[in-house]
């Protein structure tokens, strides 16, 4: 496995998580990286990328959520404030393995992690 997503849980409206995501074999250390999510029935859809030139935020958690990274413990990490049961269903890490125009497009990421399952209650 090469890359580990932890950090999900359960909390309520208005709580905080902070997702982590491992790159065990300390291959992608110049690659970006993203966070997607996917919530039952939906589609996967973009939530945050970070690269050497920046970061990328998806409108619908822009200003709540926050993309970062520590090279040197080979982790991404997502911290999520201010959640809503909206923001419910697994998050997926991923590396952007082509160089599309935006960072969004989930069709230029891979080495997608197991996923991680964040419940927001009301």
């Known amino acids: 496995v090469q890359l580990q997503a932890s950090g999900g849980g359960l909390v309520q409206a208005g709580g905080s998580l902070t997702l982590s995501c491992l790159d065990s074999?300390?291959?992608?250390?110049?690659?970006?990286m993203g966070w997607f999510r996917q919530a039952p029935g939906k589609e996967r859809e973009f939530v945050a990328a970070i690269s050497w030139s920046g970061s990328s935020t998806a409108d619908s958690v822009k200003g709540r959520f926050t993309i970062s990274r520590d090279n040197a413990r080979n982790t991404v990490y997502l911290q999520m404030n201010s959640l809503k049961p909206e923001d419910t269903a697994v998050y997926y890490c991923a590396v952007r393995v082509l160089p599309g125009s935006t960072m969004s497009d989930p069709h230029d990421y891979g080495y997608w992690g197991q996923g991680t399952l964040v419940t927001v209650s009301s």
């Open positions: 074999g300390r291959r992608f250390t110049n690659y970006a």
